[in-house]
């Protein structure tokens, strides 16, 4: 089993930032943030593989926010810059062991965190 667990969240200005860490259990080939609001549909935002060190994100992110890991710790950061508005959401954290979805950014993976709420107030 691998467990997750997202911190971070909280509610901002627009145009501040903020981190989001996710710490698992246990060593993950791929992590990835999702984010989903109310009355909308699960969206990725970024997700990483750790073999290779490939790194996505979703077109609506890029240039703002910023996926990293430490594999050491088997964590998963997002730095979040710039934050809007509509970025306000309640991000989950998810993560497989050894298969990665063909897709980084479908909502295709194995294990997921309980999430963390950002409110980005304008």
């Known amino acids: 089993q691998l467990q997750l667990v997202e911190s971070g969240g909280g509610s901002v200005q627009a145009g501040g930032s903020l981190r989001l860490s996710c710490e698992a259990s246990?060593?993950?080939?791929?992590m990835g943030w999702f984010r989903q609001a109310p009355g909308k549909e699960r969206e990725g935002v970024a997700a990483?593989?750790?073999?290779?060190?490939?790194?996505f994100y979703a077109d609506s992110v890029k240039g703002r926010f910023t996926i990293s890991k430490d594999n050491a710790k088997n964590t998963l950061f997002l730095q979040m810059n710039s934050l809007k508005p509509e970025d306000s959401a309640m991000y989950y954290c998810?993560?497989?062991?050894?298969?990665?979805?063909?897709?980084?950014?479908?909502?295709?993976?194995?294990?997921w965190g309980q999430g963390t709420q950002v409110t980005v107030s304008s």
């Open positions: 998810a993560a497989d062991r050894a298969y990665c979805p063909a897709h980084p950014l479908d909502p295709d993976y194995g294990y």
């Open positions: 246990r060593y993950t080939a791929c």
């Open positions: 990483s593989f750790t073999r290779g060190g490939s790194t």
